[in-house]
């Protein structure tokens, strides 16, 4: 349906489905060998997909969350509702995740939030408080080796953030090996949150005064449990998950 692929995604039947950035929705009809559009779902831009844990998807699009079945029926469809203070805080969404303890996060322009996945309905989301400086600006004017480790400390994200709060755009979701989610955004880089956790951390500069407004959008995890960050025009952030501590420094290299 278009040639400007955004996101790729294998369900449980091992079908293969194709996000796009102005053709939508559709799966890969092997037995033809063909992409199908699937007529009913919202058709535009989609950036994200996850699995349901049975037989459905989650998609991430411009103009909202669909759940769909693997059939492609419309389930639901979640928007922005000015009404409603606990619906997505903006319809343009992103990133979406379901990770192991049963909770959907999903990433938008205007913050993350998440809510257990059984829950139905347009609300019951709960806001995550991204407001504190993140990793990588520093590392642009890192003039040392690139293998040299540069040490970044784990700051606790949300002071001085108050309702209303401006939150920055969320560009990837990732849950890693020991259930941490990790939070890409467009414009405070990455940040952190244990399994169960009600706050987030972001990952700053240790020096003093130095301020980052990074665009992270990918994350990877080695065997050897070493996470692989991918910036917007910094390279690759590599650290090592067993030494990921709120509040403590944490050794990073760029790669």
Known sequence: PDNYISTLFMDVNGDIWLGTVNGGLARYQRELDRF????????????GMVGD??????????????????????LERLRHDPRQPDSLPDSRVQAVLLSNDGWLWVGTYRGVVRRPVLEKGSGGFRPLDLNAPSIPAALANHRASAAAPTLLSAASAGAGAGPGHEQPPVWRLY???????????????????ERGGT???????????ETSTDYVDSFAETGDGRLWVGTYGQGILELSLNQVQAGQPVPQRRI
Not at 36 to 47: A, C, D, H, I, K
Not at 55 to 71: D, F, K, P, R
Not at 175 to 193: F, K, L, N
């Open 175 to 193: 849950q890693d090996s020991g259930e941490r989610v990790w939070i890409g955004t467009g414009t405070r880089g990455a940040y952190w949150i």
């Open 36 to 47: 199908v559009v699937l007529p009913g779902v919202l058709q535009g831009s989609v950036y």
């Open 199 to 209: 706050q987030a951390h972001a990952l700053a500069p240790v020096g003093k005064g």
């Open 53 to 74: 844990g049975g037989n459905g998807i989650w998609v991430a699009t411009q103009a909202g969350l669909e759940h769909i079945s693997l059939e492609g029926k419309v």
